[in-house]
C-alpha cells in the first residue's frame, strides 16, 4: 500500500511541474521586427524562444519598392530592436525611418561586410545583397546576435552559443556550395537574371553576373514593359551568347517566358534573391532558398 501511495504522489508530480525549457511558461518574450525575410530567419535561428520575431515583407514583397503601412509603424512602437538589411535595400530608408520615429535600436545587418559597388544611373553605391553569399550571411548573423546580447545581456552565451552553431552550418553550405559549382565548366558560369541581385554569389563562385540592360526589378517588366525596352531587353539577351536565363520567384513567369522565347534562350528557373519562399515551401528558410537556387542554376548552366 505504502508503495502504491509512493507511485501515486510521484505520477502526480510529473503532471503538476513543467519540464525546464529556454523559455519559462508566462515569461514574456522580447520583440525583434525585421524589414527582409532573409534577416527575420537568421533573428529566429539565433533569439530562440526568448524572441518573437516580426517581419515587415511578407514572402514575395519586393524590398526596393515596398510602400511603409499604418500597421509596420504600429509594430514597430512594440518592439525591442528592429533588424534592416541596410545599403538602401529597403528603399527610400522605409526602415530605419520607421526604427528612427519610433525611438528603437537599429541593427543593420550589412555592417563590416565589404561591398560591392555598382552603377545606379551614374552613381556608385553599394550592392545591397550581401546574404547570397554565405560568406557574408554570416557577418549578419553576428551583427544579430550582438543585437539582441544589448538588449537582454543576461542570456548572451545564450546567443553566442546559437550564432556559433548556425555559422558552422553556414561554412558547410558554402563548401557545398562551391562543390556543387565546380561541376559547371568555367566558361559557362554566366548567371543572367532579371534582377542584378548576383554579385555576390558570382564573386565567391566564380561567375559572371549580369542583368540584360533595359531590365529592372518592379512591376514594369510583369506588366506594361514598352516595344522599345522589351526589344532592348531582347537585344541585350542575345548579347552574352548563354543558352539560359533566369528569373526571381517575384516576375511575371509568363511575360518573362515570351522574352526568353524572342531571344533564342529558355528560363531555366526562378531564383529568390530579395525574399524567400511563403510557410511550408522548400525555401521558407535562408538554408532552403540558397540550397534550391543553387540546384537550379547548375541544373541549368551544365
Request: charged share 25%; hydrophobic share 40%; glycine share 8%.
Amino acid at each position: 500500500m505504502i508503495r502504491r501511495n509512493l507511485l501515486i504522489a510521484i505520477a502526480a508530480m510529473a503532471i503538476v511541474v513543467p519540464a525546464a525549457s529556454g523559455q519559462e511558461d508566462g515569461e514574456k518574450k522580447f520583440r525583434a521586427v525585421c524589414s527582409t525575410t532573409q534577416v527575420a530567419d537568421f533573428t529566429r535561428e539565433i533569439g530562440g524562444d526568448r524572441w518573437q520575431v516580426d517581419c515587415v515583407l511578407a514572402p514575395g514583397q519586393d524590398p526596393h519598392i515596398y510602400e511603409v503601412k499604418p500597421g509596420d509603424s504600429r509594430m514597430v512602437a512594440e518592439a525591442d530592436i528592429c533588424v534592416q538589411n541596410g545599403w538602401h535595400l529597403e528603399g527610400d530608408d522605409w526602415m530605419l525611418n520607421l526604427a528612427k520615429d519610433a525611438n528603437k535600436p537599429l541593427v543593420t545587418c550589412v555592417t563590416g561586410v565589404k561591398a560591392l559597388d555598382f552603377d545606379e544611373d551614374g552613381t556608385i553605391v553599394e550592392d545591397p545583397h550581401a546574404w547570397l553569399s554565405p560568406i557574408n550571411a554570416a557577418i549578419y548573423v553576428r551583427n544579430i546576435t550582438e543585437g539582441l546580447k544589448k538588449i537582454d545581456p543576461d542570456n548572451s552565451a545564450e546567443y553566442d552559443a546559437r550564432a556559433d552553431y548556425y555559422v558552422t552550418q553556414l561554412r558547410s553550405l558554402h563548401g557545398w556550395i562551391q562543390k556543387e559549382v565546380n561541376s559547371i565548366p568555367r566558361a559557362k558560369r554566366i548567371l543572367i537574371s532579371h534582377h542584378d541581385a548576383f554579385h555576390y554569389f558570382a564573386s565567391t563562385y566564380g561567375f559572371e553576373s549580369a542583368a540584360p540592360a533595359g531590365w529592372s526589378t518592379g512591376d514594369e517588366v510583369g506588366a506594361g514593359i514598352t516595344p522599345q525596352r522589351r526589344a532592348q531587353v531582347v537585344e541585350s539577351i542575345r548579347s552574352y551568347k548563354v543558352k539560359a536565363i533566369f528569373v526571381e520567384t517575384t516576375i511575371n513567369p509568363e511575360v518573362v517566358r515570351q522574352i526568353a522565347k524572342d531571344a533564342g534562350v529558355r528560363v531555366a528557373g526562378a531564383l529568390y534573391a530579395d525574399s524567400m519562399g511563403p510557410e511550408g515551401s522548400v525555401a521558407e528558410t535562408y538554408f532552403g532558398m540558397m540550397r534550391e537556387n543553387v540546384i537550379k542554376i547548375v541544373g541549368g548552366l551544365k
